[in-house]
């Protein structure tokens, strides 16, 4: 479903609807409200990279935050079927999202890309590090040789990512991020001004202390809460894997677009 150059913003909602990136999308909602329960209860794998505490021991309350900043419905008794991303929260979000790569360019800071998910959202932050390169930008080229428990640590076309059996890796942990951060740290090298990643990425970084921006799904509330309680910086609502990874394109333009690093978004 192409939309040539940059959609408009109502453009914009309507696909994301079309292609479920937001509205109902494809992740049921006994899903979410499992994900929701096993954050409260302490598992730490739903945690993406953050420290929780015991702040967000009460389901309800995740689930009330889930409701204001994604759009899930916010009755508790309804545990089965169809749940939703409110469209209008994506592209808010995405609008946030641009004001902090516009300070990026202006301020020809050093930006870290990573993805947790890179079967949806690689092409996503590589058109994405792309522009800020061309802006001026340095784009962080992470240090050779880390490894994790679940693989080694890569980097290709300007994103971080998990390696695992010659195979890009779907992965919820912080500890590839804190793996980059800690290896500049003994390098001698200078920490990240803003990480554009999701999942744990994105999460273990704005624990360590980094500007951290990201996207994450519905059923990933830890993003949401840290972005309720400031250790992230704006967390974008949709889901992460839609059947084509090409319905991400007018999603991408409009970002560019809004943080002025397309000819259309300097017009």
């Not at 609807?17 to 329960?37: C, K, Q």
């Not at 967000?56 to 995740?62: F, G």
């Not at 001698?188 to 994105?202: E, I, M, S, T």
């Amino acid at each position: 479903m192409p939309i040539p150059g940059t959609p408009s913003r109502a453009e914009l909602l309507a696909h994301l609807v079309a292609t479920r990136i937001a509205g109902d999308v494809a992740t049921p909602r006994e899903n979410n409200l499992s994900h929701y329960r096993k954050l409260a209860n302490g598992d730490r794998h739903y945690w993406l990279g953050l420290e929780l505490g015991d702040r967000w021991s009460d389901e309800q309350d995740v689930l009330a935050v889930m409701a204001e900043r994604v759009g899930v419905s916010d009755d508790p008794e309804h545990r089965y079927g169809q749940d939703t991303i409110d469209p209008e929260l994506t592209v808010a979000g995405l609008e946030r999202m641009a004001g902090r790569l516009r300070k990026a360019a202006d301020g020809k800071q050093r930006v870290l890309f990573a993805t947790g998910h890179p079967g949806g959202l690689l092409d996503v932050h590589r058109a994405t590090a792309a522009a800020l390169r061309a802006a001026g930008c340095e784009i962080v080229v992470i240090p050779d040789g880390l490894t994790t428990d679940e693989g080694y640590v890569m980097q290709f076309a300007d994103v971080a990512v998990l390696e695992h059996g010659a195979t890009l890796w779907h992965t919820h942990s912080g500890e590839p991020m804190r793996a980059v951060l800690t290896a500049l740290e003994r390098e001698g090298r200078p920490l990240p001004d803003l990480v554009v990643a999701d999942h744990g990425w994105a999460g273990a970084a704005g624990q360590y202390g980094v500007d951290s921006v990201g996207y994450a799904d519905c059923n990933d509330p830890a993003l949401f809460l840290a972005e309720a309680e400031g250790t992230v910086q704006v967390t974008v609502p949709l889901d992460d894997h839609v059947v084509s990874p090409r319905h991400y394109d007018p999603m991408t333009a409009y970002l560019l677009a809004e943080a002025g690093l397309t000819e259309a978004g300097r017009a």
